[in-house]
């Protein structure tokens, strides 16, 4: 009982924010563009119909969790896709996948113990 | 990887392994220390010791059929759901262990990633491959 206390001790690194960044749909239709390459904020914005400040305001979001890092390059701040962290995510599945194939197998022993 | 899915056989009659599910004293062996209440709607928590607690709600129980529990945990944020099916088997039991909701994605999101009922993991994928093929254009 000790062993999944400790399992759920080590959530991978700041998943919540993660899951917060990716339940809108446009942070997440900023990702799929940068997926498709870097860009400055300009075009950016060009794919959506929201405010420039709007736009930023979502970047910060992906900014915070890492999801995108950008550069200066002269006068302008490219923005680039960071995969990585989205590793987390699919992390916690994986994490509960392990984290019931024991405590089944404790359940089936327990059970099979109790005569 | 859109929800768990987990099978087991076990060795007794359905009865008994309801009561594992079911007793508090018996979850705490297999799972962890909790304050379960065999009733639908009400509370419990799974003590994760100095990591804090999973909250649930006990959505429905069907008594040595089947458990359906919520699941979250402040860390974890999304609610996810547990659901526990007991089949009988000529005197054996199978349990079937179903861990949902990691697709906590909009249904009209869903579509880009492919078919409705797949979630966070395919949508995930799909942004993965598209970013491998972006590294390769």
């Given at each position: 009982?000790?062993?999944?206390?400790?399992?759920?001790?080590?959530?991978?690194?700041a998943s919540d924010l993660l899951f917060k960044a990716l339940a809108d749909p446009s942070r997440r239709k900023i990702l799929r563009l940068l997926a498709r390459e870097e860009m400055p904020l300009r075009r950016i914005e060009a794919s959506f119909r929201m405010s420039r400040p709007a736009v930023i305001k979502h970047?910060?979001?992906?900014?915070?969790?890492?999801?995108?890092?950008?550069?200066?390059?002269?006068?302008?701040?490219?923005?680039?896709?960071?995969?990585?962290?989205?590793?987390?995510v699919?992390?916690?599945?994986?994490?509960?996948?392990?984290?019931?194939?024991?405590?089944?197998?404790?359940?089936?022993?327990q059970v099979e113990a109790d005569a | 990887m859109t929800r768990i899915r987990k099978e087991i056989v076990i060795q007794a009659p359905v009865s008994k392994v309801w009561r594992h599910l079911t007793d508090p004293a018996r979850i705490a062996a297999w799972l962890m220390p909790n304050n379960f209440v065999a009733r639908a709607g009400r509370a419990f928590r799974l003590d994760c010791g100095t990591e804090g607690e999973i909250s649930c709600v006990l959505q429905e129980i069907v008594p040595e059929e089947r458990l359906v529990?919520?699941?979250?945990s402040p860390r974890l944020r999304i609610e996810t759901t547990v659901?526990?099916?007991?089949?009988?088997?000529?005197?054996r039991t199978r349990v079937t262990l179903?861990?949902?909701?990691?697709?906590?994605?909009?249904?009209?999101?869903?579509g880009i990633a492919g078919p409705f009922r797949?979630?966070?993991?395919?949508?995930?994928?799909?942004?993965?491959?598209?970013?491998?093929?972006g590294a390769r254009d």
């Open positions: 009982m000790a062993d999944p206390a400790r399992r759920l001790a080590k959530p991978p690194d970047i910060r979001v992906l900014k915070a969790c890492r999801l995108v890092r950008v550069r200066r390059e002269g006068r302008r701040t490219i923005h680039r896709l960071n995969a990585r962290p989205l590793r987390a699919e992390d916690w599945v994986s994490h509960f996948d392990r984290f019931w194939d024991e405590g089944l197998r404790r359940l089936k022993r | 529990y919520s699941w979250t659901t526990i099916t007991l089949t009988p088997m000529k005197g179903v861990h949902s909701g990691w697709d906590a994605l909009p249904p009209r999101e869903r797949k979630g966070w993991g395919l949508h995930l994928r799909t942004l993965k491959d598209q970013i491998d093929r």
